[in-house]
Every structure is written in structure tokens, then in C-alpha cells.
């Protein structure tokens, strides 16, 4: 079993920034590619931004490329989202997932291939 842990949410004006961290504890020998997920009231949960297990994939949806930079620590178990240049509709619970693999370069967009998920942070931007 692996937790996550995300850390960093808050109320942050247009324009401004916030870091996510993403804590893992656990089961962390295996190997796991990291995604960022975020859900707004009332919609769907989303994919944000997601990287392989070696950091040398990457991949983000077209609403927060330019803006959202994804990266991750392995040796202290942590994933990070450094969002910048904020808008309303970033506002959401943002969740960290972590999918066992095999490969150090797999990234997946879909929510079904991630086998742990964390409680989320809220984040909210006002205009």
C-alpha cells in the first residue's frame, strides 16, 4: 500500500502562483508514474498533468501547459505541481495519484491506470 499526502492548496488571486507537494509513504520501493487530478464543483474529475517514474516524460492538458510545470524527488518520496500565472478556473481539489509500473517513462492521461490516490488540496483563485 502506498498514502498520499498533497500540501500547498489555498486562496491565491489571478495572476499568482502556489506549489503542491505530493508526500508518499509507504510502499515506495516499487516503481510509480505520478499524475495531478483536480475536480471542480460539480464537474468531472480532470487530468492535469502527469510524469514518469525517471522525470523524463511529461505530459499536461492543454488548459495548464505554459502555466503548470510537474516534477518529482524520488529519493524523498515526493511529487510536486508548480502552478503559476493562476486563473479562476484553476479553482478545484487538486489530487496527486501514483500508478505502479514497469517502465521509467510511462505517463498516462486516464485516471483508471493509477492505483493510489490522495484526499486532495483545495485551491481556489479569485478574480
Known amino acids: 500500500q502506498v498514502q498520499l499526502v498533497e500540501s500547498g492548496g489555498g486562496l491565491v488571486q489571478a495572476g499568482g502562483s502556489l506549489r503542491l507537494s505530493c508526500a508518499g509513504s509507504?510502499?515506495?520501493?516499487?516503481?510509480?508514474?505520478m499524475g495531478w487530478f483536480r475536480q471542480a464543483p460539480g464537474k468531472e474529475r480532470e487530468f492535469v498533468a502527469a510524469i514518469s517514474w525517471s522525470g523524463t516524460a511529461t505530459t499536461y492538458a492543454d488548459s495548464v501547459k505554459g502555466r503548470f510545470t510537474i516534477s518529482r524527488d524520488n529519493a524523498k518520496n515526493t511529487g510536486l505541481l508548480q502552478m503559476s500565472s493562476l486563473k479562476p478556473e484553476d479553482t478545484a481539489v487538486y489530487y496527486c495519484?501514483?500508478?505502479?509500473?514497469?517502465?521509467?517513462?510511462?505517463?498516462?492521461?486516464?485516471?483508471?491506470?493509477?492505483?493510489?490516490w490522495g484526499q486532495g488540496t483545495q485551491v481556489t483563485v479569485s478574480s
Open positions: 495519484a501514483a500508478a505502479v509500473t514497469f517502465s521509467n517513462k510511462y505517463v498516462s492521461e486516464f485516471p483508471g491506470p493509477y492505483d493510489y
Open positions: 509507504g510502499r515506495t520501493s516499487a516503481r510509480y508514474t
